[in-house]
């Protein structure tokens, strides 16, 4: 069985994003630093960012993400477009972690009723990260 597991990359904030997603979603944050693995950047000032982190959530995501040091390219996404998507029948649940995402974002369709009965919005995190939540009896 092959595992899909999202890994976002951010230039100098992987810790405060991924802190940020422990605290709309739950769970479990592991973080270690270049700091943590010698020779791993070229400038010791970088020490302190993020080479993996890895967040287990209570309902089984597994999100992870790293900083994109000095010497490497980053480039921020372009052409296909990636959304993250939170899907089920609890809309409370969906709810809350919704209103702890928009803190910052960016709302691209409020949260509300969508024609085919569910709940459904859309917004763009204070990260750049599009999101997707659609709540109801079709995705049990």
């Known amino acids: 069985m092959t595992i899909l597991n999202p890994y976002l990359s951010f230039r100098d904030n ?5 802190e940020f997603y422990q605290q709309a979603l739950g769970g479990d944050l592991q973080v270690m630093t270049f700091g943590d693995m010698p020779g791993m950047v070229e400038d010791e ?10 967040l287990t959530t209570p309902d089984g995501l597994v999100l992870m993400g790293s900083d994109t040091p000095a010497h490497m390219e980053y480039q921020a996404p372009q052409g296909v477009s990636v959304s993250l998507s939170g899907s089920g029948s609890d809309e409370s649940s969906l709810r ?11 709302i691209t369709m409020p949260f509300g009723p969508a024609p085919w009965g569910d709940q ?3 917004l763009v995190d204070r990260f750049g990260v599009s999101w997707m939540f659609s709540a109801g009896d079709s995705q049990a």
């Open 14 to 18: 992987a810790r405060e994003a991924m």
């Open 45 to 54: 000032a970088e020490n302190a960012l993020v080479m993996h982190s890895m």
């Open 120 to 122: 459904f919005g859309m």
């Open 96 to 106: 809350g972690v919704w209103d702890k995402l928009a803190d910052g974002a960016t």
